[in-house]
């Protein structure tokens, strides 16, 4: 075989390499930013059911409007919100809030009992549900991406193309402990 053949056969292969490397780099950040746009869409589908569940919750606890504002003006946050962890971070306080809203039905029997309450609390455990998974999609991606850019031989190709690290989710600490039961 000559040296000519031989050089072109190691180029050709270095060239199929470094696009096999790039494009996997492409695929990962895709992914990543997939899992992005799914915790927006439910995030978004969440905000969504927001005001059904207030004016439900109105009807039968009109007194309890400090709550509902602070439900909306919340939900307002989480769809302001610039970045996904500021929008994260307001769902999270979100959360607490909604959660107060529930146990407002404890307090009023026929709000318990209103079919629009029950399926509107099954919608929004549902979207948290949704929510919860989509948020570890996307650390798992981010992970995925974030290791594929930075070990041999991608993070050559990382570095070229400027390929950035992605930032995980991150969850506040008063949510890493756990609740206090008390008998």
Same mark, same amino acid.
């Given at each position: 075989?000559?040296?000519?053949?031989?050089?072109?056969?190691?180029?050709?292969?270095?060239?199929?390499?470094?696009?096999?490397? &790039?494009?996997?780099?492409?695929?990962?950040?895709?992914?990543?930013?997939?899992?992005?746009? +799914?915790? !927006?869409? +439910?995030?978004?589908?969440?905000?969504?059911?927001?005001?059904?569940?207030?004016?439900?919750?109105?009807?039968?606890?009109?007194?309890?409007?400090?709550?509902?504002?602070?439900?909306?003006?919340?939900? @307002?946050?989480?769809?302001?919100?610039?970045?996904?962890? !500021?929008?994260?971070?307001? !769902? /999270?306080?979100?959360?607490?809030?909604?959660?107060?809203?529930?146990?407002?039905?404890? @307090?009023?029997?026929?709000?318990?009992?209103?079919?629009?309450?029950?399926?509107?609390?099954?919608?929004?455990?549902?979207?948290?549900?949704?929510?919860? &998974?989509?948020?570890?999609? &996307?650390?798992?991606?981010?992970? &995925?991406? /974030?290791?594929?850019? +930075?070990?041999?031989?991608? @993070?050559?190709?990382?570095?070229?193309?400027?390929?950035?690290?992605?930032?995980?989710?991150?969850?506040?600490?008063?949510?890493?402990?756990?609740?206090?039961?008390?008998?």
């Amino acid at each position: 075989m000559s040296t000519m053949l031989i050089v072109i056969i190691v180029v050709i292969a270095l060239i199929v390499l470094y696009a096999v490397l &790039y494009n996997g780099l492409v695929r990962a950040r895709n992914q990543a930013q997939e899992f992005h746009s +799914q915790i !927006d869409v +439910q995030l978004k589908r969440r905000t969504d059911l927001i005001p059904n569940l207030v004016e439900t919750v109105k009807g039968y606890a009109a007194h309890e409007k400090t709550t509902l504002e602070e439900v909306v003006r919340l939900r @307002n946050s989480v769809m302001s919100a610039d970045n996904l962890q !500021d929008k994260v971070d307001a !769902d /999270n306080m979100l959360t607490g809030a909604l959660r107060q809203v529930f146990a407002l039905a404890e @307090n009023y029997p026929d709000l318990k009992a209103n079919q629009e309450f029950g399926k509107l609390m099954e919608e929004l455990t549902n979207t948290e549900n949704k929510v919860a &998974y989509a948020r570890q999609a &996307y650390n798992s991606a981010v992970q &995925y991406y /974030n290791t594929a850019t +930075q070990t041999f031989p991608r @993070n050559l190709v990382a570095g070229i193309h400027h390929f950035k690290p992605m930032e995980f989710l991150t969850i506040p600490e008063e949510e890493k402990q756990a609740p206090q039961v008390k008998f």
